[in-house]
């Protein structure tokens, strides 16, 4: 079984600094890994994923990943937190073959304080 | 036009009603998916299907029923609608080949 916790529900960062959001996973086979955003009232969109390339995956809008198999994480950084950050974010975990069914995380609310 | 199409956007409906929520792809896949977004839960996949003759139940599947009318058309109806089952709904579909997904804008369902 496969299963995905956010450590946090809630992260708040000022303008301009780093942003950290934390996700580990659970997979019984290699995973496929994704990070979402879901800005207010609008869908998903997929901001990177991994799939058993490079480790370190760059993605949308200067957001990257690194992939940890030793620690089973998945964390999503940013250098620097723009105000069009501040949104939902889901980290989701999926098998590579099979049925693919995607597992989601809870979500972290990202707020940027001006 | 959306490569996944949801209808309707918005609907608020009473208990008790039978309620069906379509979703149309245009990217040729074969596997389609319905889940359920609920604050502070994330997306729960209700149905799953990967071609019109394979169906499979997900995690939360009671209440719900899902008819595959077509490769590019999945349906998710809600026999009797009850307050619990207000949510934002996703249906998705997917390329095995590439992990990649797609998903629609969402319907919002509201049970009153």
């Known amino acids: 079984a496969q299963s995905v916790t956010q450590l946090d529900s809630h992260v708040s960062v000022s303008e301009g600094t780093p942003v950290l959001l934390r996700c580990n996973y659970s997979?019984?086979?290699?995973?496929?890994l994704f990070w979402y955003v879901q800005h207010p009232n609008k869908g998903l969109q997929l901001l990177l994923k991994?799939?058993?390339?490079?480790?370190l995956v760059k993605g949308i809008n200067g957001f990257e990943a690194e992939f940890k198999k030793s620690e089973t994480s998945f964390h999503l950084t940013k250098p620097s937190a723009h105000m069009s950050d501040a949104a939902e974010y889901f980290c989701v975990v999926s098998e590579v073959r099979g049925a693919q069914k995607l597992v989601f995380g809870q979500g972290t609310r990202l707020t940027i304080n001006p | 036009d959306a490569d996944v199409t949801q209808t309707p956007r918005n609907r608020i409906t009473k208990t008790g009603k039978r309620i069906m929520l379509e979703c149309s792809q245009t990217k040729g896949h074969d596997r389609m998916y319905w889940y359920r977004q609920d604050p502070g839960l994330g997306l729960r996949l209700i149905y799953y299907?990967?071609?019109?003759?394979?169906?499979n139940k997900g995690e939360i599947s009671d209440g719900y029923s899902v008819s595959r009318q077509a490769q590019a058309k999945f349906s998710l109806s809600l026999e009797s609608a009850i307050p619990n089952q207000t949510a934002l709904y996703f249906c998705a579909t997917s390329d095995p080949t590439t992990t990649s997904y797609t998903f629609g804008s969402g319907t919002r369902l509201t049970v009153v």
């Open positions: 991994y799939t058993s390339a490079a480790t």
């Open positions: 997979s019984s086979y290699s995973p496929s």
């Open positions: 299907s990967f071609d019109v003759k394979d169906i």
